[in-house]
Every structure is written in structure tokens, then in C-alpha cells.
């Protein structure tokens, strides 16, 4: 592996708590919440519509124009370099008759148009041009403007985008969501790394499962033998902070033993293991460490986006539910400038084996979710700190937002950008609809529990 500078280095693991009391109690929230669609409905609502989500870096935004579009927890989106430099958010629902407004998943305009009708708009989202309606009484371009979504950028160039409306009560701004995120990120030198190449894996489980394996790494002897060979297993640390989780790991400094003979993880486990004489393996190099030359800066972001540094490349993952039982991981990777092509590659090929073994880990754990035999576990008050930190925030947030709706008697999407209609007619039918307890174009209807 090329010889990677170090321009900035993350903190070293904090001194463990070796002499807390280690308490059993915690349990993993129940097993229904991993299968329901209606949960996975009221998490929507109470969670991704409120919370801030990392998106991209902005690096990716050379010029005006430039976009990239999103899907999110069902809201489909896209965000833009205008002509002042800055990035902005819309929803990708054109204001006439709400047909996406950009088609691509990125691209490059300073005017967007809608394909169905040809309403255009630049990048502030103003509408620019309704074809035939110049003449209509009482239309104002003004007023069909697309629809905001709210957006922040970092010093170090990571955006990150909130659908939850500014005058609803439940809306934080970034640095009191992520206190202490910003400062924390200025350990690693972003502004050196260019984009490399991106990826996805289509999952057949739900969104937490995989968020309990990502904040944890009590798992990492048994099922990640690479990583656990670059870092030192006994000095990983996930240490919670505001809405967001810093993971610590000393790396190995000297060169690791890459075993290039494919096994079995269930057939190298105790378990499975049990009994049986293992051979040594036949190919067993010394290597460059593939995680690089310093400690990583790994951090996990609420609810369910990770920003993993090292060395000689960054990544990010966004963890994108589907359903209750689907989800799409999405990666981005970002190398350092100057590394050689093989260097690259030996990091991509070392990230890949470990999401892969999480990915499958993910896939059989959901199994099981699925038959309904399996209710909670205990979670270890050290070990499993993360995940118990994370699913109770998920607990917090849905029984608050639950309750909501409960007393209001009605399902409330802190994400929904209409207003009410104006149109005395509209409004007529849109109560009949309610009071059939359909959804509303307000996305609002009555609880069916």
C-alpha cells in the first residue's frame, strides 16, 4: 500500500470503564418492531421526518446546476448547487400536478423541468415558467415555488438535510441535534479526499438491524477477522454523544497477516467449530495494514447514517429503509488524494469483505425475526452500549410521537408542506375524505388502532 501523509489524528480511545458495575436489565426493544409496517409507519413520522440525515459531501458539487437526487424513508428529493455556490434541498414534486421534477440520480441544469407539463424552475426553486398560464387570473408564480426541505453543510463539507417543517414544534436545529458533531469532525482533513466510487446493497431486512450490528463491535472477533486483525478488538469503544455515537479503536501499527484462504464463518466458530481439528491455513502474507496508519474516526449519526475515516479513505453509509423488512445500504467512498490505484483497491476489497459480513449477518438475523419465535435479549451495558443508546432514542422518539396522535386522534407527518385549501370546493371534499379516514392530501387520516 503507497505511503499515506497524515494531516490530522483522530483522538485515541478513551480509558475504558473497567470498574463500572456491569448490570444486566437492558433488553433490545421487542421483536415485532423489526416486522411491523406499522411501526415502520409511525418511525417515519417519528423519526426520519424530524431527524437531520447526512446526504453527501459537497465536493461532489463542482458546479451550478449540479444535483443529485434521493429517496429517503418514501420522500423523494434532490439537492442542487445554485448560481451563488450555495446547495440547496427541494422536494422532487413539481407544484402543478406533482410529477417529479428531476428524473435522473444526478445530473446538471440550472433550470429543472418538469416533463409532464413543462413547468420549469431555476436552482432557488422558483417557478420560471408555466407554459399557458401568463394570462390566468389570480395565478402568482410566487406562490409555486417548489418545496423546500431543509439543509445544512458543515465546515467539513457533509450535508445533511431535515424534512421536519421549521414552525412545527418538533423541529431541532443541527448544532443542537448533533451538539459537539461539528467540533469532533475537525480531527480528520475531509477537504483532502476526492470522491472514488459508490455502491449498494439490497437487503432483505429492516433498518434497525442493521444499526444494532453498526453499533456494536462486540461481534468483530467472531465475524470480522479482517477488521479484527487491523485494529485492536480489546480497545474498540462506542461512546455515545449527542444523537451520535463516536467509535474509538487503537489500530495495528505493524504489518497484519491477511489469511487468503476463503472459510466458513460458521464453521470457524466456537460453536460450529466445536470438535473439530482446524488446519492452518494456507496462505497466510504479511501486509500493509488496509485500515491505514492511523487510529479511525468513525462515528454513527441518528438514526441511521455512519461516517467511517481512515487513512487512505473515508466513507459514509445511509442506511434506507423500504419497508419493515427491506432496506438499501447505500456507500460512498472517498480516497485520499494522490493514493495509487492499488492502494485503492486494497481498501475498497478490505471495506467491502466487512459490509459484506454485516450484510450477511443481517440477512439470517431477519430470518429469524421473521418467524415469530424470538420476543428481547439482554444487551451488555458495555459491550452493546451503542445499540442500547440507539434503540432508546427509537423508543423515546415513537412513544412521544405516538402519543401525539393518540390525543389528537389523527396520524401527524411533520413532514407534510401543503397548506390548506384555499379553494372553498377543495376544502369541501377534502373533509368527506377525512371523514372516511382516508389520507388527506394534509397526510393526515384517523388511527386504525
Not at 244 to 265: G, L, M, Q, S, T
Request: hydrophobic share 35%; glycine share 6%; aromatic share 14%.
Amino acid at each position: 500500500m503507497a505511503t499515506v501523509s497524515v494531516a490530522k489524528t483522530p483522538s485515541a480511545p478513551p480509558v475504558d470503564f473497567k470498574n463500572e458495575p456491569l448490570l444486566a436489565g437492558e433488553h433490545t426493544l421487542p421483536a415485532s418492531w423489526w416486522t411491523s409496517e406499522k411501526i415502520y409507519d409511525l418511525e417515519k413520522r417519528a423519526i426520519f421526518y424530524k431527524s437531520w440525515m447526512f446526504t453527501v459531501h459537497s465536493s461532489r458539487f463542482k458546479k451550478a446546476g449540479d444535483y443529485f437526487s434521493y429517496t429517503v424513508a418514501g420522500i423523494n428529493f434532490f439537492i442542487i448547487k445554485n448560481k451563488e455556490g450555495e446547495l440547496k434541498a427541494f422536494h422532487n414534486v413539481c407544484r402543478h400536478r406533482a410529477y417529479p421534477v428531476v428524473r435522473k440520480d444526478e445530473g446538471s441544469s440550472v433550470v429543472v423541468g418538469c416533463k409532464y407539463h413543462g413547468w420549469s424552475y431555476n436552482t432557488d426553486g422558483k417557478l420560471t415558467k408555466a407554459p399557458h398560464f401568463d394570462n390566468v387570473e389570480g395565478f402568482e408564480k410566487d406562490e409555486n415555488s417548489l418545496y423546500p426541505i431543509n439543509i445544512h453543510t458543515t465546515t467539513q463539507g457533509l450535508v445533511f438535510v431535515n424534512f421536519c417543517q421549521k414552525d412545527n414544534e418538533d423541529f431541532v436545529p443541527f448544532d443542537d441535534w448533533f451538539s459537539g458533531l461539528s467540533t469532533e469532525l475537525d480531527e480528520f482533513d475531509f477537504g483532502d479526499y476526492d470522491y472514488h466510487m459508490s455502491y449498494e446493497l439490497d437487503g432483505d431486512f429492516n433498518w434497525k438491524t442493521l444499526m444494532d450490528g453498526y453499533q456494536e463491535c462486540y461481534h468483530c472477533p467472531t465475524a470480522h477477522p479482517g477488521l479484527s486483525t487491523a485494529f485492536k478488538m480489546e480497545t474498540y469503544q462506542v461512546v455515545p454523544k449527542s444523537r451520535y455515537c463516536r467509535h474509538y479503536a487503537e489500530i495495528v501499527k505493524e504489518k497484519v497477516e491477511i489469511d487468503n484462504e476463503e472459510k466458513d464463518a460458521d464453521e470457524e466458530s466456537s460453536w460450529f467449530g466445536f470438535g473439530k481439528k482446524k488446519e492452518a491455513p494456507k496462505k497466510v502474507e504479511k501486509k500493509q495494514n488496509p485500515g491505514g496508519e492511523f487510529n479511525g474516526l468513525w462515528v454513527y449519526l441518528f438514526p441511521s447514517n455512519g461516517v467511517n475515516c481512515y487513512s487512505p479513505a473515508w466513507y459514509s453509509i445511509r442506511v434506507l429503509p423500504i419497508t419493515a423488512t427491506r432496506t438499501i445500504l447505500h456507500y460512498d467512498i472517498y480516497t485520499k488524494k494522490g493514493l495509487d490505484d492499488t492502494a485503492k483497491k486494497e481498501f475498497v476489497d478490505f471495506l467491502q469483505l466487512v459490509e459484506l459480513e454485516d450484510f450477511n449477518l443481517c440477512q439470517l438475523t431477519q430470518k429469524n425475526l421473521n418467524e415469530g419465535v424470538y420476543s428481547t435479549g439482554y444487551l451488555h451495558p458495555n459491550k452493546e452500549r451503542g445499540v442500547v443508546y440507539y434503540q432508546n432514542i427509537v423508543a423515546e422518539m415513537v412513544k412521544k410521537h405516538f402519543a401525539k396522535e393518540q390525543e389528537a386522534g389523527k396520524s401527524i407527518n411533520p413532514a407534510f408542506v401543503g397548506h390548506a385549501a384555499k379553494n372553498p370546493n377543495v376544502q369541501e371534499l377534502e373533509a368527506i375524505c377525512n371523514k372516511l379516514e382516508c389520507g388527506g392530501s394534509s397526510g393526515e387520516s384517523k388511527l386504525d388502532w
